[in-house]
T-cell receptor, first 106, second 114 residues
Framework: KNEVEQSPQNLTAQEGEFITINCSYSVGISALHWLQQHPGGGIVSLFMLSSGKKKHGRLIATINIQEKHSSLHITASHPRDSAVYICAVRSDKIIFGKGTRLHILP | DTAVSQTPKYLVTQMGNDKSIKCEQNLGHDTMYWYKQDSKKFLKIMFSYNNKELIINETVPNRFSPKSPDKAHLNLHINSLELGDSAVYFC?????????????FGSGTRLTVV
């Protein structure tokens, strides 16, 4: 079993829908990151969380340390949000999830 | 004005060759990283340097040797390339260890070993 599990693996939704991507981990961590990889391959760092919740524009990330779980939400989704979203945790090393491929249909 | 720049963007080479990938950041960050993304798009950390000192060295074959001449540069040299080394290699930087303020990634180097 992977130390970092993301769900769903793939998600297709209509423009405007509220999107939730989940990340569960089984190790003790000092921080969790959400990354976005565009179809062209470029990677952007979205959030770093160690507790609570962060918001940036239409993106919201939450983390529950006790439950070892984080969620990334996208409100009013748009086709330009189509990308792979990757969860990464920092324990004694950096461990990546396998990513969630999101496709937003116009 | 690219913040983290990698060269080359594409590299096609034969098995057994030695090659280098260069990375430079102009953000003033003190920590730099190399990641490998395999054909299944799975990212793995390879190395991390903080102020030119190696702080993360994952189980990477010793054919891979990072070199950090200064805080702004982290190059990756690969000896005796093998087919399984084909992947996209990403360089990244952050201020502080662990990316507390987030990471900035380069655009990747697609290495193809034939």
């Amino acid at each position: 079993k992977n130390e970092v599990e993301q769900s769903p693996q793939n998600l297709t939704a209509q423009e405007g829908e509220f999107i939730t991507i989940n990340c569960s981990y089984s190790v003790g961590i000092s921080a969790l990151h959400w990354l976005q990889q565009h179809p062209g391959g470029g990677i952007v760092s979205l959030f770093m969380l160690s507790s609570g919740k962060k918001k940036h524009g239409r993106l919201i990330a939450t983390i529950n340390i006790q439950e070892k779980h984080s969620s990334l939400h996208i409100t009013a989704s748009h086709p330009r949000d189509s990308a792979v979203y990757i969860c990464a945790v920092r324990s004694d090393k950096i461990i990546f999830g396998k990513g969630t491929r999101l496709h937003i249909l116009p | 004005d690219t913040a983290v720049s990698q060269t080359p963007k594409y590299l096609v080479t034969q098995m057994g060759n030695d090659k280098s990938i260069k990375c430079e950041q102009n953000l003033g960050h003190d920590t730099m990283y190399w990641y490998k993304q395999d054909s299944k798009k799975f990212l793995k950390i390879m190395f991390s340097y903080n102020n030119k000192e190696l702080i993360i060295n994952e189980t990477v074959p010793n054919r891979f040797s990072p070199k950090s001449p200064d805080k702004a540069h982290l190059n990756l040299h690969i000896n005796s390339l093998e087919l399984g080394d084909s992947a996209v290699y990403f360089c990244a930087s952050s201020q502080g260890i662990g990316g507390v303020y987030g990471y900035t990634f380069g655009s990747g180097t697609r290495l193809t070993v034939v």
